[in-house]
């Protein structure tokens, strides 16, 4: 079993800036790991997923203003979230594939309000 556990949320005026962490429980080598968002009343979409030796797959809507990035020696991944819209809000989920098995973490809220 492996535990995802995520900081850094909360809320921010539009146009600024948010970084979330998340930290596995277990290495992160070799996996798939990156993130996904949930708005009210919507479904769970892909946000950005990294693998290793492969670029990053970003949703479109975020392309060229969010980066995600891995540190495997501390088995963290990393969303650089700049130039946020109200439409960024939602709850962002950390995501781990590791031995066909899917999970998830708690969820850290993101709101971009003025």
């Known amino acids: 079993q492996v535990q995802l556990v995520e900081s850094g949320g909360g809320l921010v005026q539009p146009g600024g800036s948010l970084r979330l962490s998340c930290t596995a429980s277990?290495?992160?080598?070799?996996?798939?790991m990156g993130w996904y968002r949930q708005a009210p009343g919507k479904q769970r979409d892909l946000v950005a997923v990294t693998r290793i030796g492969v670029a990053t797959n970003y949703a479109d809507s975020v392309k060229g203003r969010f980066t995600a990035s891995r540190d495997v020696a501390k088995n963290t991944v990393y969303l650089q979230m700049n130039s946020l819209k109200p439409e960024d809000t939602a709850v962002y989920y950390c995501w781990l594939r590791k031995l066909d098995r899917d999970y998830w973490g708690q969820g850290t809220q993101v709101t971009v309000s003025s």
């Open positions: 277990q290495s992160i080598f070799g996996n798939p």
